[in-house]
């Protein structure tokens, strides 16, 4: 057999082509380093730290200082920082090409063994060194610890069943390796919720039983409110919910708030790893601070000027508002495009408990029938004035895996061949106000619900509920919490749901395709499938309509995969059983996304891909490189 190794470094070096680099920082930094608190910026850097060209990126070097003011709808919005901090060990590029990033470099053979080089002098933000220690104790001490993790190691580290061998090979070296190729590992660790593989364990070890006395521990379990050692570990060592300032962490800006509060604070990061071409660390801006609002303002908080940059919470359906504060403050509204498969799509549950829906929505001709019947170019008129594409729920045509006939299987507006494939499925019988009956007798009136947490939602189902209604399905909406809408979809209490299409519309073939599959728990298509995979079939249902079942073999033979080829084929036939089966119905794609900056905040790009996977919201663009520029 001939070994495949390749080699994926930083993209930059200490030095610069005929350049040396001299280091500056902050002057906040500078005041703290000039009363002791800290070293200087020299011995706070890794001995090669990542140097982002900026200028290479098309954009201005820029200068230190500054606060950023975003608007979040509550507490639990602030996961939103290490999204959009985007400190990986291995990261996207904005091409959605892997890089080392907190790595140095990293070696792969065969997609089986991994070996992770750590930047010499690289420390987390309380100054503590980033070492192999760091990923031992989080393999050994909390993904193998079986109270901790009772289950093992997260099924994403697992292989035919089987977890990586796992070994130090030295201070800033270590090596995952698995008998058999997995070709997720690096993108998952890419991702906007990245792997946990590595934690700060000078820190986390003064909350773990094996290395405290159980007299200390039940101090802390006291002081922290909780019931046991094991939660408390939890509480206090979770990093992509950012609530615990005293956690260590490698991202640009550290939490340095307890919840609850109405205002979260970001800080600088004294000992981050990124340095622009002329030596400046990064990030360039100070603070980055998220003020808590209702949902329901935040548009028209945003459109008069109380956020310096702001996404959550818009849509396209806000341009106008926000158009219109750009006349009266200085701002600027920029319009990015959604990489979705579809913006919003009716979900049906295909596990739901009632029973005569479910044997219903099983029926392939039912969800054909549907998505027959949704008028997408009047959708994309009414609520994107023409400016999306109609399309079923695939990938759009920037990922070299789309295919025309994905995007437009079923998804022409014929209301009378949808009432054709409804009469061949046996719904044939209609009561005296025209309404379809379903086998057990009852009228065929669909519950769709929602979270509650777009009007783009609601106005969108007024337009399907008049279609619908066309074909003898009466439509009535329901708005939920969002926790609310998820325990119920797990449930099986919920016949039909909306929300978007697949995460990543923009994938290539070296990205799993999980999201074509039942692979986790919150997919609303099929949670009791999604949470027997995701639980290595311990818990849920297994799949037991072949279409769904054939998905699931797929996905396990792209995790095995060994060739681009053999992962391009995989794609393909799992697009094509979605397409086919109509898992999910699929409206409008590629929409327009607002996005509002101060006009001083520069360097955010004029146009770019928006989305939560791959390019976790604004964190391939690098918001550490954005700089504030005289107001």
Same mark, same amino acid.
């Given at each position: 057999m001939i070994t495949r190794r390749k080699t994926l470094a930083l993209l930059g070096a200490a030095v610069l082509p005929g350049k040396a680099l001299s280091f500056t920082q902050s002057q906040v930094l500078t005041d703290r380093v000039s009363v002791g608190t800290i070293p200087d910026v020299a011995s706070r850097l890794p001995q090669n730290p990542r140097v982002v060209n900026v200028a290479a990126m098309g954009r201005e070097p820029g200068r230190h200082g500054g606060t950023i003011r975003s608007l979040i709808g509550g507490q639990r919005d602030v996961r939103l920082m290490p999204i959009?901090?985007?400190?990986?060990?291995?990261?996207?590029?904005?091409?959605?090409?892997?890089?080392?990033?907190?790595?140095?470099?990293?070696?792969?053979v065969e997609d089986r063994s991994f070996t992770f080089h750590i930047r010499k002098g690289h420390r987390w933000s309380d100054g503590t060194p980033l070492t192999a220690e760091d990923f031992r104790y989080c393999w050994e001490d909390v993904n193998k610890d079986p109270e901790i993790s009772p289950s093992g190691v997260q099924p994403e580290l697992r292989v035919a069943g089987k977890e990586a061998q796992f070994e130090v090979l030295d201070e800033f070296t270590v090596r995952y390796t698995w008998d058999k190729p997995i070709p997720d590992f690096l993108p998952n660790l890419a991702g906007p919720v990245p792997l946990r593989i590595v934690l700060p364990s000078a820190y986390l070890k003064g909350f773990h039983a094996k290395y405290q006395s159980p007299e200390t521990m039940a101090k802390l379990i006291a002081d922290w409110k909780v019931d046991d050692w094991v939660a408390l570990h939890q509480k206090v060592s979770r990093q992509n919910r950012p609530e615990n300032p005293g956690l260590p962490t490698l991202e640009p800006w550290m939490p340095t708030t307890m919840p609850p509060a109405e205002q979260f604070v970001f800080d600088r990061n004294p000992y981050f790893h990124r340095v622009d071409e002329n030596g400046a660390q990064l990030p360039y801006i100070d603070r980055w601070v998220l003020n808590v609002s209702s949902t329901e303002i935040i548009t028209a908080k945003t459109a008069t000027g109380e956020s310096d940059l702001q996404y959550l919470a818009l849509d396209f359906?806000?341009?106008?508002?926000?158009?219109?504060?750009?006349?009266v403050h200085p701002v600027h509204v920029s319009l990015w495009t959604r990489?979705?498969?579809?913006?919003?799509?009716?979900?049906?549950? #295909?596990?739901?408990?009632?029973?005569?829906? +479910? !044997?219903?929505?099983?029926? %392939?001709? &039912? @969800?054909?029938?549907?998505?027959?019947?949704?008028?997408?170019?009047?959708?994309?008129?009414?609520?994107?004035?023409?400016?999306?594409?109609?399309?079923?729920?695939?990938?759009?045509?920037?990922?070299?895996?789309?295919?025309?006939?994905?995007?437009?299987?079923y998804a022409g507006f014929d209301l009378d061949q949808a009432a054709r494939l409804l009469d061949e499925a046996g719904l044939n019988m209609r009561n005296s106000a025209g309404l379809r009956l379903l086998p057990d007798g009852k009228p065929a009136n669909l519950i769709i619900e929602t979270a509650g947490e777009s009007t783009l939602e609601t106005?969108? #189902?007024?337009?399907?509920?008049?279609?619908? +209604? !066309?074909?003898?399905?009466? %439509?009535? &909406? @329901?708005?939920?919490?969002?926790?609310?809408?998820?325990?119920?979809?797990?449930?099986?209490?919920?016949?039909?749901?909306?929300?978007?299409?697949?995460?990543?519309?923009?994938?290539?073939?070296?990205?799993?395709?999980?999201?074509?599959?039942?692979?986790l728990d919150d997919q609303l298509q099929w949670p009791l499938w999604g949470l027997h995979f995701l639980s290595s079939g311990t818990k849920g249902e297994a799949p037991d309509m072949p279409e769904v079942q054939e998905l699931v073999d797929l996905m396990t033979k792209w995790r095995e995969s060994r060739t681009t080829e053999e992962?391009?084929?995989?794609?393909?036939?799992?697009?094509?059983?979605?397409?086919?089966?109509?898992f999910t119905i699929g409206t409008v794609n590629a929409t327009p996304q607002p996005l509002l900056r101060a006009n001083w905040l520069r360097n955010m790009p004029e146009n770019a891909l928006?989305?939560?996977?791959?390019?976790?919201?604004?964190?391939?663009?690098?918001?550490?490189?954005?700089?504030k520029a005289d107001a």
């Open positions: 959009n901090g985007y400190s990986r060990l291995v990261g996207y590029s904005p091409d959605f090409t892997l890089q080392a990033d907190i790595l140095d470099h990293f070696e792969v359906n806000d341009f106008t508002l926000l158009k219109q504060g750009e006349a990489i979705q498969g579809s913006r919003v799509a009716l979900i049906p549950n #295909l596990n739901c408990n009632d029973p005569g829906w +479910r !044997a219903v929505l099983r029926d %392939v001709r &039912v @969800r054909r029938a549907m998505s027959l019947a949704v008028n997408r170019q009047e959708i994309n008129e009414a609520l994107f004035y023409g400016l999306g594409t109609p399309s079923a729920n695939t990938v759009l045509p920037g990922s070299p895996l789309y295919k025309p006939e994905y995007a437009e299987a106005d969108l #189902l007024e337009l399907i509920r008049d279609q619908f +209604r !066309a074909i003898g399905i009466a %439509v009535f &909406v @329901r708005a939920l919490q969002r926790d609310l809408f998820r325990s119920r979809a797990l449930g099986g209490d919920l016949v039909m749901s909306v929300w978007q299409g697949l995460d990543n519309g923009v994938p290539t073939a070296e990205m799993p395709p999980s999201q074509l599959a039942p692979t992962r391009q084929s995989i794609w393909a036939r799992m697009l094509q059983i979605n397409a086919e089966q109509v928006y989305g939560y996977d791959p390019s976790s919201y604004l964190g391939v663009y690098m918001p550490d490189t954005f700089w």
